[in-house]
C-alpha cells in the first residue's frame, strides 16, 4: 500500500498488536516512503526487549572500521529508543548471540575524512515484521536513517514496534544550515552542542559559527592573543573547544563553516590591534548594535599579512573546505572618514567603498587559496571582479540569490529564514530556495546549494535560545530536505508538535526554558494568569523590538517577550476552529495584523463544528475569568507592569469573540453599533503592547465578520 | 517595629517607594529579626543599577586574603541579585570609585581551612536607608548573610530595593547535613554541583556522600583500582572530580563527609577484591536491591591492612573530621555461612553478628585514627565496646536518638528525614532532632548535633532526583537552623512557593524536570489532561512501591510516579478552601488516607467562604470535564495504561465533591444512601493505583462529613 504523504492522511501504526494513538510522523519528510503490512515487534524476555544492532560493510557482517562514529551513533540511537520503548530495551550493538539482529546496518564506506558538499547522505530503511535493515553508501547516510528509524518506533502493548516500511530518502539541497551568531551575546559551549544535537534530528548538515563581529571576538588565536584578551570580554572558546565541537558535530555528519566577519562589523579585531583598523580611536567593546563605523585597513599590506596568518592558524582547527568571511553591512564609514584611505581610493580609480571592498576580497581570495579555503560571504562580496568559484549568502532574498545565479554563482538563501524576525513555522516553510516557479534554468537551479536558517543574538541569551531556534527551525530543516511538492501546513504543525517533544528529549529547553522565565517573572501571585497571556502572545519581530526597547548589551532579556515564543500552537489552534465554525468568511487581503493567515489556516484534521463551538467558548470564557488576575500580577509585579494593556485587552477580546460566537451560532444578528466596536477594539488590540502581540487576532476578525453576515 | 516571625503574618516590603507584592519571606527563617522604618533603594544611572560591595578585615577597608572564597561568593550573588532586580545591576565587587558601598561585608578571619563542627556560621545583617552592613566572624556566617539579603531584595519601580531591617542569626544545629546515595542509581557530577548550590540557598552545612554501596562502588582509588574497573560498572568519579566536588562545597561553607559503607552493604568491593569478602562467590554487581548477603571479612587481618591503605588514600581527598563507614543492616549472613569466621567467633565468644561488627568496628577505630578521622555510622554501630567520640546517624527514629544520647554518644537524626517515604514538608519539618518536650537533660541535649535529609537511590535517577530533593529539603533544613518555636504551617508553605523558584535560580530543575518527563509520558494527544491528574497526585512511600513494583537496576524510572511530586501545592490549596467551607468538621482520628492532616491544615491566610466555594467549584468541575480525554489518554498510550483507575476516579471524586459542596452551600440534606455511596468511593480511591495517592482525599472526606451533618 502506498503511504500518501503529501495528503492531509495520517496513518495509525494498524500493524501493531494492541490499538494505539501513535503516528507516523516523520519530519523531514522523506523522498519516498512504502508502507507494508504487519509491523517489527521486539517483545520483552523477562522484561527486557532485546533490541539488537548488528553490522555490515559490503555484505561482511560485522566490519566495523577505526573510526567509532558509526557506532557511537547507533549506541546514541539505542538510549533514545530505550525512552521510546518503555525504558527496557536492552541496549546491544554487537548482534544476537545467534539468530538476526533487529537491526543491521550496512554501510559502504566510513564517508569522507571531512565532509564535504558532495557527500552521500542517502539512506534505505526497510522495516519487515523479520527485521530492519539500514543500508547507506556512508555514515552520514545511516546516521539520518537511524533519526528516521527513532521517530518509527513506539511502545505498544507492552512492545517496542516499527510498522513495516521502505523509505527511500535522500535530502533535496547539499547545503542545509544553521547560523548561530555568538558575538552579540556569546553562547557557552553546552549551548553549541544540545544545538548540534538537535541539528542531527532535523537532518541539517552545516554548522555556521558567527566567531566574531563588533560586539566580541570569540575564537582564541594563539598568533594574535589580543583578539581575545582585548577583543573578548572574557567570553570566547579555546582551541581546545573549539576543536571539540567540530568533532562533536562530525560525529552528526554536521560540517562547520566559521565566519570572521570583514572588512566591516571588525571592531573587535581593531580594538586589539588597532594597526589593522582605518583608524578611528577604539576604547571599548561596543555595548550598542548597528553598523560600525570603523573597517580593517584594505590599502595596507600588513593587513593581509595578519590575516594570512589569522587565516592559516583557524584553517588548522577548521578543516571545512569553505572559510566564510561575512562581508556584510561595510559602508565605509571608516575609510572614507581616512585621508589616506581615499587617497587610496582615488589612485586605484575607485567610485566608493564597494570596489574597495571589492578589491579587499581580491587580496583575500589568494590567501583563502592557499590555506585550501574556498570564499563564502554575504551578498555584499558579489562582485564581478570575484571569480565563480565563491559562495554567496542571501539575506537580501530569492530574487538577489536568483541574480547572483544568473551571473553563475552558486548561492545559499538565508532572508526568510531569519529567526529573529519570529515568523511563523508556516511562512519560513513555504519560503523555497527554489520556488515551483523559479525562472532559473538547469543549470542555473543547481547553482543554489540550498540554505541556513540564521539566528542572530542582539536579542538573545543562553537562556532565550533555545526556544528561539527550536521548533521552528525543524520546519526550514524539511523545506531544505523535503521534496518541493511538500506544503501541506496543517500536516506540517501536527508532526511538528511531536518533533518539538524528541527535541526534549535530545536536551534541548525550547519548552522547560520560557516556562522557567515566566515563573521567574510571574512569583507566586498569579503564575497560572501569566501562563494564560503568555499561550496566546507572541514576541514582535526584531526590528520592531529594536526600534523601541533600542536593545544594547545591558538589556537584560528577562522580560515577557523573552519567556513566550513566536508561533505558539494556540494559533493554530484557534484558527482550526474558527475555520470549523465560519469557515465561509475570508478576510479581506491586506487587512490588519493578518500576516500568518494566507494559506496556513489548517484544512485537515478538522474538528467539528460543536467541538470548535465548545473549545473557543471555553477559551473566551477563560479570557475574561482570567482579566482580574492577570491586572494584578501586571500592577504589582515590575517587571510585568508594561502588560497591563494587555490584561484589559485579552479580557475584551474575550468578551467580543463569546458574543461572536453566540451571533454566529444562534444565527442572530448583532446590535446596531457592536460591529463597529468590534473592529475598534480590533485595531487597538493590534498594537505592539510590551513587546509582544496577540496570535489570534485574525480568529477573532473572521468571527466577527461572520457576526456581520448573521446581521445582512 | 518588632517583625512577628512565627504568626501568621507577612509583612509587605512597606518601605519601599512604590506598592509591591513582594513580601518578606525569609527561608530558613532568621534567629532574630527587626524590621525598621525605611528602606535601601539602589536607583538606577543611566540604566544602570550600581550595587556596589566593599570589604573589610576587622576594621580595615578592603582587605581580602589570599582566599577568594569570599569574593567568589559575592561575585555569585550579585549575579543573583541582577536578576532579582530586573537584570541592570552593575556587578562591582571593589565597592564604589567614591563614597559609601551599597554593601559592606566585615568579615574577622577567613575560617577554618578545613571547616569544622565549630566554625562560627553566625551573621549580622544591617540594612539602613544608608547602606546595607554584613558582619560575621567567618566567610561562612557572611556567605549565610549573603543568601539572606538576596531573599530580601526586590525590584520595585525600577529600583533595587532592600527594607531597613536589622537580623542578628546564627544556626541552631550545627550539623545540618543532606545525604545522597550515589550508587544505587548514579548521578553525575552537575548533578552535585547543583546540589550543593542547592544546600547554599538552604543554609545546610554537610553534604554526606553515599560512595559506595553493594550496587556500585563510585569513588576511584589508585591504590584499588578494580573497586572502580570491576565494581563500579563504569560509573565513578575520579579523585579529580572527587576534589573538584571538596572545593566546590567548600567554597559554599559546606563540609563533604563520604560514606564508604562496611561492614555490610560491601557487595561491590568483594566483587573486586573477593580477598577481604565473607568467600560468598560473587560474579556480578547486584541488580536488585535489598540487604546483601555478603560481608567483608573480620576475622583476617589482611581486611584491615587493605582498609588502612584504602582509608589513608581517601583522607588525602576527604579533608573532613568525620569519616562516615556506614554498618547499617549488616545480619551476618555471609559471615554465619562461613565456617573458618563462626570458628572465629566462638573462640572469642560473640553470642552473634553484632558483636563480630562491634569487634571489626573496634579495629576500624584505630585506623580511622591514625588517618586523623573521626568514625560516624548508622544506628547499628552504637555499642558500648566502642568510645564515646564516634557519632550515630539514626536512621531508626527519634527514640533510638535519645537512646545514644543518654549513653553518652553524640548524634544526628536522620529518621524522620528520608525523603523517599514522600511524606509531606510540613511532617518532616515539624520532626524535631530535639522537640520541646524532650527528656533530654541539658548535657545531654548538646549530644544531638542536628540532622540529615537522607536520599536513598533505589528508586531515583538523574532525571528525578531534584523534584525528590526539592523543594520539600528547603523545609528540614530551616528545622535545623531556626528556633524551635518557629512551627506555622502556613507560612512554612507561603515560603516554600518563593523559595522553591529561588532555586530555580540557581539552576535545580525540582520544577522543570518533571514537566519534561510529564511531556515525555503524554506526547500529544491530551498533554492537558496528565497535567491536571498529576497536579493532585503523590508517588507512594518507597516501601509501596518497591513492594509492588520490586524496583531493579532495570526499572525505568518514566512513568507518572516519577514525574510527579510528593505534597504537591494541590494539596495545601484545597485543604485551606476546605477549612474555609467545613473548618468546624473533624476527621476521626486514624481515618482513612489522612496521614497528613493532623496539625497542618492552613489556619493563616484563609481565602473567604465566597473565594473557597468558587475556588473548589472550579476544581470539581475540572476533573469531571477532564475524566474522558484522561481515559482516552490512559487506554491509547501504553505507559500510562495502569492510570485508567484514577482517570475514572478522579471524573467520580469531581462529582461527589460538587454534590457534598453544594449540601454544604445550600444546607439542604444529601439524599438517602448518598453518604454510604460517597464513603465506599473515598475508600476505593484510597488505594495506590499506578504508584500513586491522591493527596486530596482527607479534603473530600471532610466535606461529605460536612454535608452529612447538614443532612441531621
Known sequence: MQWRFFGSVVLACVGAAAASAQQIALMPMPASAKRADGSLTVTPVHGLSHFTVAFARNGAPGALTADTRLLDAAHRMLVRLDRTCGGDVLRSVNGPASGRATLTIEVAREGEAVQSLDEDESYKLDVTPAGAQLTAATDVGAMHGMETLLQLASHVGGACVLPAITIDDAPRFRWRGFMLDV?????????????LDGMAVAKLNVF????????GFRAESRRFPRLTSVGSGGLFYTQEQMRDIVAYARARGIRVVPEFDMPGHSTSWILAYPEIGSGEDIRALPTTFGIPVAELDPPRESTYKFLDGFIGEMSGIFPDAYFHIGGDETPGTGWMANSRIRAFMQRRGFAGPPELQAYFNQRLLPILERHGKRMIGWDEILNPALPKDIVIQSWRGEESLAAGARQGYEGILSAPYYLDAQKSSAQMFLADPLPA?????????????????????????????????????LAVAERFWSPQSNRDLPYLYQRLRRASLELEDVGLLHISGPQQLRRNLAGTLHPEALELLASVTEPVSFSDREEEQHTDAYNSLDRLVDAVVADPPSRQAMAGDVDAVAGDVRLPAGGKDSPDTSGDVPEGFPPTRGEAIADLEERFFAWQRNAPALLQLARETPRLNDIEPLAVELGELGAVGAQALTFVDTRTAPPPGWAERADALLTRSAHNTALVRFTFLPSIEKLVLAAEARGR
Request: glycine share 6%; with cysteine; net charge negative.
Open 437 to 473: 516557479d523559479t525562472k532559473l534554468d538547469a543549470g542555473q537551479q543547481t547553482l543554489v546549494l540550498g540554505g541556513e536558517v540564521c539566528m542572530w543574538a542582539e536579542q538573545l541569551d543562553p537562556e532565550t535560545v533555545d526556544s528561539r531556534v527550536w521548533p521552528r527551525t
Open 183 to 195: 558575538s552579540r551575546h556569546f553562547e557557552p559551549l553546552p549551548v553549541i552542542k544540545r544545538t
Open 208 to 215: 555556521h559559527w558567527h566567531l566574531s563581529d563588533d560586539q
